[in-house]
């Protein structure tokens, strides 16, 4: 994650979150009040943003030392301890919810993405995240996905190309779609096409794109439709597929499966900060 | 909602997606297409969020027209229309997934927000949200809230005092807490005491709080503690509330219940954006 | 005050006094000049916004040191000194009269909050600000009334509801006002309501509102107004009371008086830097 | 003004009174309410600013109307009424509080200037402010005193060269600090010295710079130290000179009296917004 | 071109230009006055950029009306009128010098890699642009370059893999740099490996990577190393190519050739606006 | 240079050229190892900028640290050395191109900014820019025109006034414009008229203006009007000016010659970063 982004980031949220001032903590917390707090898991899961705790309660107070207990990708337990923050309780207080709120977000993201890469159990499929991201929150989002040992789908609209039904329709064909699309486009950017036909397939081929997704189909109609495909050529599954029939997928040969509800439909991993005495 | 900070919201959304440019869209449709598209619900739930559509739409198209066809607070049946939209399609195929991402988190806050009302089917008994929401969201959350039939808690740290364990520790007693605070305090703000036993509700009662909060009780031990309390002051259940056994709140005699997973565990409502010819 | 606010705030000041370069003081102190400063006050009144100083200085200069020798909400007497300030000359001129500006102007209002509050003279009265603040300075201002002894009014149209004439006639009635404004509303949130007679006054106890406004009334009138008020509903005094004839107020039994004049009309205390060699 | 500044701080100013909604207007108004109101003049002075009510009303409803009955700089009397507004009343009791701020502050500034044109009464010596602005209002404040029959001095630190006594001190004589200057300064910008003595006056004479500033001194003074200054160079008088004895520097011949308390010490102008019915 | 990038660009393009009045232009032309003006090429080159004028004008006078001439990417001969413009004059003369700066550097851009293109004369050879673009405006330059006939090579550092001379060293081989790059990557992004040698050449080659860079060799190498590489490579000729040697790798047969000059050392394409009467 | 808005400046640049992550530099090099680098000029010249450096690195990473060898306004020769970086080999990679950008772009400014002083060789006449600046990096391209021995002619349309054909020609005269100006004038601010006949010089003369500019003059036609000028006034040539052509402008007697091409038309300055080692 880019390190000052994630700082103007922390700062936007602080002001959502304290508005003028914590009126509960300034009243009853001096400023000089130091102590220790731990963040602990409360639920299994694996661990994504601990780059947040420093950014947040630093923010607050310069001189909160944060000691981290485990890292990004780590396999939390219930009751695992994550960090030892020592400093100014009134920046632990105050920053409590921004920090949790992220970081269990994030957690939550990179569990589910763990559970998926377990339930479809084939080494040679990737999972991908989609751009079904929380608005403001892509950044983290697709970061907390490799935590979870997913890999990224495009950022943004700039990155690549995807064309898509809407596009084939309008331009005519999947051929027009790739020549309009060619002529405006550098070496640097790959070019996918959304397919659901052989006879789609078979066009995407022919215009030699880099990536061929099969949207909305079955594993069956995935492994009759990849036969189509050369081995340069790199495939994706995608649409419709629910944590219920991942599993269905881990015999096709895609190269990836892009699963939106990685992002969209998210439980926040439990997670709190327990101060321990000043 | 604020519509000036909901303008200057989707424009950093809009930026986050489009990054420099649409690159497939703007290679494949001409600047003057326009066409016509529908907003509609592919699951049942409530709606939240349609000012969402107009505003990021005509910040890429000025002369996208949107004719709404569900308001906010509506009931959504699979299949429903929302909204038309009319005009560029650039602008649609470019706008749609912020748009989208964003009417999609809060319908299905929305929805679960219903759903807890329906479960706890007590119309004395408010059901709100708490501050675990989406960083750099919180506004639209907690407007998806009351558009699920809940109302709001506290916005951020400076709307209300929330004397929390912590504050309570350190200031020696509830009473300690809650003179220190006063102290500072103008007269229209509201003072919120958390409390778990017998005893600390009789000292928040002492002291004549405007709310008690019954942390992490059950229904009977609510209902034992609540008989301290005068009619004068606000009671709130919260801490360990789930959707599972939320039913068990129904007879107690509490003003409000406060739930986090209303938006920190949301499973997007599916709606989709249907390009319907130009 | 919220301190990263406060940052962000004071360098956007700071752009503004500074624009591209200070052209006068770089061209003669070299960059390395250090020296010592006297930050002192030329008039007796109430100290209010010491932050200010290191924010400020701070910004220009990592390394500059300030020495607190009053804090705020201290009384000062002319002559008094309020801190001293060592190191860069530069960032020292610089930024003298950004941190000057603002410190006067808290300073002046702290001051002013202390007059009303002597000129009242009743510890049973708390004397509050308005929202008629200056546009961008809120968060400073509010502070300086609780540094001259006043409490804070609320801060946003979000964190109360205020029902004044025009929405009392547009709804119908306060009662219609009220019903309407419940329904939209959480437990957390208090509600006022404006009223000049006495059926206004019944109707708004009735309805068991929050606080009381007695708008544009005599002291005479306030007194017999507020005997139709139950001890559990706040009372305010507001409109039209001057420092000429707040102390006329002092024998009513209301719980604050509202006073837009501390913050809309304010004399800088004067307060001045003095580099006291290099 | 510059009205791409000026709308980006109404949005800012907006942003601080409203906060996520105005909870009590949106309550009581539906969106479609439209009436009218009018701006009215509750005390005489000089108008300032009318450029803040279109800005500020239509932010919140692009469809609101106003009529200017009054301009910037002309004379009020009491119960004037300067703009009639039409369209939503939603966005002028929202707006009213931001735009009646703003508008009365500048208006004061405005009244005050005209106050001390008139009173110095001298046609050949301008009335000028000072960089003892409002924090984040500089551009507002100038303005108004021109509305004010004032001119403005430099609006920062690098659109002209001001040489005070610390600067002199360390450069080691007048000389030396204009000698530094130069050597850096292209040739579009003015030089101004801070003078207290004669021989001070000559110094900045012998270098030719275009202002001479007599510092703190009395009419008397400034009358001698002038026959120093030749007519190609300017002379303000400046420092400790209040409301009270500026009368007495009527018949010096200084060009210009800069007079801080212009900005840092107003009254607002009692100006309201009268909602006329819907 | 992102538009709400660009109107926010030009909001603080302005800004930086006006900062708080155009001094001259409001104090001779009352707001009112309105009239025509001609934007002219007095050079020949390639247009980019027109865009501009709408989005600069538009922010000073809504009512501004631009009709285009030209269109991006056309050829322009010296005295050829590009646009015309009719409205405020104030805002034609207070908007023409940021509206000029950014549309002479983005056609001076388009017209050296017009020329460039031109030079190398090979249509299976692309022009491409490198990061060597003006700080803040990366956006601008990269479309002029696709207006002027060259393509985008990546536009920052989250694009694509570049794996360089540095990266290759620390991680001890260029087969260990693309594996250590592999395990993070999704499958949509590219990677290129900067060679110099046959070896390094053959390397990337075996690793499959997507682009291969020759690094600072002369056509000769280039044709000797390429061979090494298979069609499904791509490759790159890149570093020290100046404009009198470009025509040299005519007959290279890389896919493209990135030229850092094309942003770094432009001159500005000479434009003007002409008022043409009132 | 105002760091804090150098500082903010180089934030939004890194943000352009990172986006989300510098993906090559992070999957390669872990956080934590450091090493030194070299920043070495390539091509002779002045150098200008130096302050870019430690900025963008200590932004990166607060643990960089930056020995200066050369100072802005040096001379560079090829393989001159110009800083050592010690530090995190991460933030050295990743934020190369940003800070020689800009380097190398203020370089070629004051490189280009010496040649036209030398070419002029007369110590009596100023070499200045204009407002041809790249939107966005004025500040920044001023100060590199300081470090070529020119001085900067006005920032921005607030800071001095220039009244142009434009202006005369719908005033009437050009004592009707500077009529005009001088009524909302204050005294501290400089007034230029642009002339190209006799008539305008002497009109310019008799209204006292400060500065008159011969437009588009040669070098001949120059020495006559400029006889028409008193001591008192200062003169400018501008327009047409080319570097091919300046020497002639030798023994013109004009103060200052501006020239566009200084900063709208400038080479880059070769310099590169070379890491030395880990």
Redesign the interface.
Known sequence: ?????LT??I???????????????????PEH?VGTATIQAKADGILSGVDILSTTFQ??DNDVQIELLKNDGDLLLKGDRIATIKGS?RAM??GE??A???L??MS?IATLTATAVATLNNPNI?V?DT?????????YE?YAI?CGGG??????????????D??IA??GSITN?VT??R????????I?VETETAEQVREAVANNVD?IMFDNRTPEEINELSRLVPE?I?T?ASGGITIHDLHRYRHTNV??ISLG?LT?????LDISLI?EG?
């Open positions: 994650m880019n390190k000052i982004a103007d980031a700062k936007q949220f602080l002001y959502e979150d304290i508005n003028y001032k914590d009126i509960t903590t300034t009243a009853i917390f009040i923010l607050l309780i207080l105050t919810r921004v949790l709120n992220l269990q977000k939550g990737n991908t751009r079904k991201t929380t608005p403001g929150l892509r950044m697709k490799t890999v990224n789908h495009r950022f943004s609209l700039s990155d690549m190309v995807m064309i898509k809407n596009h309008f331009a779609a309009l699309v002529k405006q486009l550098g070496p640097v950017i790959k996918e990536i340069t790199l994706e190269d990836f509800w969209h439909s998210v439980h926040a101060v000043e």
